[in-house]
């Protein structure tokens, strides 16, 4: 699959483009999920993006525009394993990662793996369980293993976290903490069809569901080669300045009381080089960078503790994480 990549001139990445077998399949990958997600190219992309770039994607929104279809369309299109937790004020660490019971036939404990052992773990309604439960996730999302009673256990590769929560409902909810944001590459909000796409959703489902008719289009070993390939794009050095004085930029702003961590910086990075191995080329450019610096940093940064409400909050760090990019000097 690597063969696609050469040291052909960036003035021609249409040319990169043609007969590229990694291209075609991931065009291929992301028509299968749109049969089913309709109207949001964008928001299939940047999942694509996340699962190559080996991170994990939090979707917040309302209730009923998706989150949980996106999720199992994914696994479907690439034949992996998918596991669906519903977070709940009871759900308790061994829910998720798993827990020795004792088996009174031979007199040992034996291993019982939880739901988070799955290629695709969804994570519905995450911040409705309460801070001892969602830090279950954290070594998984870090370290792609769990480690219960002294004992590390890897979790099945490619390994990837979709987490959902509903931004208008706020009643028994526990907001995550930095520690768990600073963990998801990407925060989307996918947003209500418009009434085009509404319609063919209705026409789709009217009578049968479109997710059975998903097709695989890749398997784990695929995945695992785009991955590795992922690291093979190229970012020049007047990228890297680039990047790091957005970043720099988000740690200096009286605006911000946080700046962005280097774990942000790395996914960002990382994040830039998969979009452009999806688009077909073997190189990054700023706009790649441009593109990705909002759904990649609003969740990391903290504005200042007058605005109103969380959503007043992110609204005000977007527009803060604008004015850092428009005064930030774009490298030719």
Not at 23 to 38: P, S
Not at 65 to 76: F, Q
């Amino acid at each position: 699959m690597r063969d696609w990549i050469t040291s052909e001139s960036s003035a021609a990445p249409e040319k990169a483009a043609v007969g590229c077998p990694a291209f075609e399949k991931l065009k291929y990958l992301q028509a299968e999920i749109e049969r089913v997600i309709k109207g949001k190219p964008e928001t299939v992309k940047l999942t694509l993006v996340t699962l190559l770039a080996k991170g994990h994607l939090l979707i917040e929104d309302v209730p009923g525009i998706g989150k949980t279809t996106l999720a199992n369309a994914l696994s479907r299109a690439l034949d992996l394993s998918f596991q669906r937790i519903q977070f709940t004020s009871d759900l308790l660490p061994s829910d998720v990662i798993g827990l020795s019971i004792f088996n009174q036939k031979n007199g040992n404990f034996e291993w019982k793996p939880g739901p988070i052992f799955a290629n695709i773990v969804l994570a519905d309604e995450i911040n409705r369980a309460t801070p001892k439960t969602q830090s279950a996730l954290l070594e998984a999302m870090a370290e792609e293993q769990i480690t219960t009673e002294g004992v590390s256990r890897p979790l099945p590769l490619p390994f990837m976290v979709v987490a959902t929560q509903n931004p208008a409902e706020h009643h028994g909810t526990y907001p995550l903490p930095e520690s768990q944001l600073d963990r998801f590459m990407f925060r989307l909000h996918v947003g209500y069809p418009d009434k085009a796409d509404e319609r063919q959703i209705l026409i789709d489902r009217e009578t049968a569901n479109p997710l059975d008719f998903v097709r695989p289009v890749m398997g784990e070993s695929d995945i695992q080669e785009l991955q590795l390939m992922v690291a093979d794009v190229k970012f020049d050095d007047s990228l890297i300045e680039y990047l790091l004085e957005i970043v720099e930029r988000t740690r200096t702003s009286e605006a911000l009381e946080l700046g962005i961590s280097p774990r942000g910086t790395l996914a960002l990075f990382r994040a830039a080089q998969a979009l452009a191995l999806i688009e077909g080329r073997d190189y990054c450019t700023p706009d790649d960078i441009k593109r990705l610096v909002l759904p990649c940093f609003t969740h990391r940064v903290i504005v200042g503790a007058h605005s109103s409400s969380i959503k007043n909050r992110n609204r005000e760090a977007e527009q803060i994480l604008r004015d850092i990019l428009s005064k930030v000097k774009v490298p030719m």
